[in-house]
């Protein structure tokens, strides 16, 4: 009876060690089941992962967002087609993933023609009230919220810029992608700031990489002595050979990304667009945790940077003003 009894106990506390170990089991297993993997698409007229993509995947890493681990991104580039864009953005669309990050404005427009459901996060937008991505700043309404430059408002002071760098300037050219209608716009709205400058504007309509070179030629011909660049996809992707064109031509170039003087461009004024990228993962964030982004204001930015190339000047034959030196955050010599 005794030895009945300590078998039937042993048999009691082997099934309770199981129980247990089962128990425990689940109870590590529960948490690893609860995390869940969001879905990052992320949609631009790019061709390839750069200093802007890896600005964002830091912003996402300082939020504790492990690609592989608790985000998973589908990247789609369009390598400069814009084409091949928009199916690249209803592809994205089709996948269902929780946000869209839209680096320009013509991504996010794309983005907003495939779905109007899913947040689109726009990461450097110039002005989206005009292209009509968001209905103001403070209340964008719809399904895309992010980052503006106010580029349109910028250009007025790029205009200056030059004024000081060219005392008599009185004509500049504008490079811009003439098959964009954002930069149509930020055309039409320099010529306003052009106007009360008494500066006249040269338009110089590029549509591909192959129209650069009849364009700086254009404005060789009419002695245009200085050079505006409205950024956008197509001359980011050509930002060397503008730069080498501006100065081949002895241009006073200015741009809205510092990039283009790293590359040899003259000036830049403007706000760093690897900080905005990074800023945009945290628009990210919000909507992952449940934030609406028609109720998230588009972000405007507060801090600027001026950069000037002092080996371009020398090599087109400009003095530098000594006090823009000074107001000047970098000076590459």
């Known amino acids: 009876m005794h030895g009945y009894f300590v078998l039937n106990m042993r048999k009691n506390l082997s099934l309770l060690i199981i129980i247990v170990a089962l128990a425990s089991g689940a109870a590590i297993a529960e948490p690893q089941q609860r995390t869940k993997v969001h879905r990052i698409g992320y949609l631009a007229s790019a061709s390839e992962l750069g200093p802007l993509e890896e600005a964002f995947r830091q912003g996402l890493r300082e939020l504790g967002y492990v690609e592989g681990k608790n985000i998973a991104i589908e990247y789609r580039f369009a390598m400069g087609k814009e084409d091949r864009l928009h199916d690249l953005a209803a592809e994205l669309a089709r996948l269902k993933v929780d946000v869209i990050v839209a680096p320009s404005t013509l991504d996010a427009v794309a983005a907003r023609q495939a779905t109007r459901t899913i947040p689109i996060v726009m990461a450097i937008s110039s002005d989206p009230v005009g292209t009509r991505l968001v209905q103001s700043l403070a209340r964008p309404g719809g399904n895309i919220t992010g980052l503006t430059t106010l580029s349109p408002e910028l250009n007025g002071k790029r205009l200056e810029l030059l004024k000081e760098v060219v005392p008599r300037l009185s004509r500049v050219a504008v490079l811009w992608n003439a098959a964009s209608p954002e930069k149509a716009l930020e055309f039409e709205e320099t010529q306003v700031a052009a106007r009360s400058l008494r500066v006249l504007l040269q338009s110089l309509e590029v549509r591909g990489a192959k129209d650069f070179e009849s364009a700086f030629r254009a ?84 801090r600027f940077e001026l950069v000037i190339n002092l080996k371009t000047a020398k090599k087109i034959g400009l003095t530098i003003p000594p006090e823009l030196l000074i107001r000047a955050d970098k000076v590459i010599k």
């Open 219 to 302: 404005a060789t011909r009419e002695r245009t002595g200085a050079l505006l660049t409205l950024t956008d996809a197509l001359t980011i992707s050509q930002l060397s050979r503008i730069a080498e064109l501006a100065a081949k031509s002895r241009l006073a170039a200015i741009f809205s990304e510092r990039e283009f003087v790293d590359a040899g461009g003259l000036l830049s004024y403007g706000p760093s667009s690897a900080d905005l990228s990074r800023r945009a993962a945290i628009y990210v964030d919000k909507i992952l945790k449940g934030a609406k982004p028609g109720d998230l204001p588009v972000e405007q930015p507060t």
